[in-house]
């Protein structure tokens, strides 16, 4: 995987000596190397960093018309937001995107790698065909998939001939409706519509992180637990999938980072939908922000967003950083 | 290792199945986009076109042309100063580790996992002041700043793999730090160049959010544009497909011209590469 090892391999052996790192203090190449980063750290402390603290300021205000004001609301944003039905909807939507996206991409990617693993003619062209979805724009995707899956054109011209009419992301029933707060709980079923379409997009991901994976496990492995009476099925099952597990959690991470902060998809493809059964977060935000004028009520939003992306992502930068030496 | 238990037919099967259902989307948008609009009837849409017509195609590349062109304008300054700083952050960060610089680099990764909207109101307040918003430049400036993270992360990933010595005998021979990053590093360099550029072609090209927000209509590059077709009172699906075709053309391009390259920067992508 490594592209640059290959062309390490023709270092002439007397630059190969080992050469401890001196431990002096800092030279004035360490000093250049420190200054030469220097700006990057400005740009990322000011522009990540700061910038968040900003809109965590603004998101505690009363920012919400046209002209600035930056009077303190405490938490006044957020409290609006969790009693409102639009935002409840959000994060219900959300939630079932996200569970019901990530299980489909790990699943049709462990099936579609293990399937290209088995030493098949033509593997690189299935390999293309499931892997160039991901070089498109979300925009794209989403605009293809409107067509596709519009309840009147689209699939249904076929699947209305077996009795599998759908009304896709025009559907607004919740299964099973649980009345919650101010909405229904429950999977919103226009959102399948639009995991179809993510799924398209993004399974490509997977496929290629457990093609690698698999690749990696050395065949002995599995001649090991094929002699010690393993069925085929037992030593996927109980062999390869557990070594595969590194992999499932950088894949869940992944996905789980991209289906919270979602956006352009379902922007391009479906809006917020009737009784917004199709809004996110980051379609709210950005039509209470920028076409609303609301921007403390787009503040609160985007930081809630950010907490959830947090959530995942801190802990797996802290590991990943504790796994080198 | 080969599936024994399953007949090998059966895999072909399946692996068949679903390329059908990877490639139906570009099926239907390219027989769409052929059809004259008085073919666009719902029972038709899957059949091909009776004559071929590229006329969707002429009104959709009149209605797009600048802004493919304002999304070159950004994505080639961007794409070339990002992946020249993430390899000069990159070299830093691998042969160059000082104290507390791991912590930081960490620091600098979550940055590529933020929802954007966590810096958009001040980011465009803060255009506004410098007067980039509703500029290419400003974009350019923007794709630069937060493709940081990935850049870095990715030569960091590449550059770690160059051994220790041949950093310290260069040193013996007399070689300061920019003497190793320029002729030592940038030679070895040439496919982390590779995988980084694609990698930020495709990325600043399909991107929607900061496009949307910071530019308004001539200055927009090509997604907004493609979004704002469907927003017209009558969709003229042949129209829409031709321009998704358009708009999605550079970078399936890339992908198919230099695709191995596209899947390595996708696994140097998920943090530990």
Known sequence: ?325 | MVIRTITRPLLYLLLIAFSLFYLMPVYVMLVTSLKPLDQITLAQMWQLPTAIDFSSYSVAFTKLAPNLMNSFYLVIPATIISALLGALNGYVLSKWQFKGSNTLFTAILFGMFIPYQSILIPLIQFLREIGLYNSIAGLVFVHVVYGLPITTLMFRNFYASIPVSMIESAKIDGAGFMRIFTHIMMPLSITGFVVVGIWQFTNIWNEFLFAVTITTSDQQPVMVALQNLSGSQIVQWNVQMAGALLAALPTLLVYILLGKFFVKGLLAGSVKG
């Open chain 1, 1 to 325: 995987m490594d592209p640059v090892r290959s062309s390490v391999k023709h270092t002439p052996p007397e630059l190969k000596v080992a050469t401890k790192r001196t431990k002096k203090a800092l030279t004035k190449d360490h000093l250049m190397a420190i200054g030469f980063l220097t700006p990057s750290l400005i740009l990322i402390a000011v522009f990540v960093y700061g910038f968040i603290g900003w809109t965590g300021y603004v998101s505690l205000s009363n920012w919400n018309s046209l002209v600035p004001d930056f009077s303190f609301a405490g938490l006044q944003n957020y409290i609006y937001l969790f009693k409102d039905f639009r935002f409840q909807a959000d994060l219900r939507n959300t939630l079932f995107f996200t569970i019901l996206f990530i299980l489909t991409v790990i699943v049709i990617g462990i099936v579609l790698a293990i399937l290209l693993d088995q030493k098949i003619r033509q593997e690189s062209l299935f390999r293309n065909i499931f892997f160039f979805p991901m070089a498109l724009s979300f925009v794209v995707t989403g605009v293809v998939w409107q067509w596709l899956l519009n309840p009147s054109t689209g699939v249904n011209l076929f699947l209305s001939k077996i009795g599998l009419d759908s009304k896709w992301y025009t559907d607004t029933t919740i299964i099973p409706g649980v009345s919650w707060g101010k909405i229904e709980f429950g999977i919103p079923v226009a959102i399948i519509a639009i995991v179809i379409a993510a799924v398209w997009q993004m399974t490509g991901f997977s496929v290629a992180m457990y093609l690698a994976g698999l690749r990696g496990i050395p065949e002995e492995v599995r001649e090991a637990a094929r002699i010690d009476g393993a069925s085929e099925f037992q030593v996927y099952w109980k062999v390869i999938l557990p070594l595969l597990r590194p992999i499932t959690i950088s894949v869940v991470i992944i996905m789980a980072h991209i289906s919270l902060k979602i956006f352009d998809l379902i922007y391009a493809m479906t809006g917020s939908g009737a009784n917004y059964v199709t809004d996110v977060p980051g379609v709210y935000m950005y039509e209470t922000t920028f076409r609303g004028n609301y921007y403390a009520n787009g503040a609160a939003i985007a930081i809630i967003m950010l907490l959830s992306v947090a959530i995942f992502i801190v802990p797996y930068l802290i590991s990943s950083r504790k796994g080198e030496s």
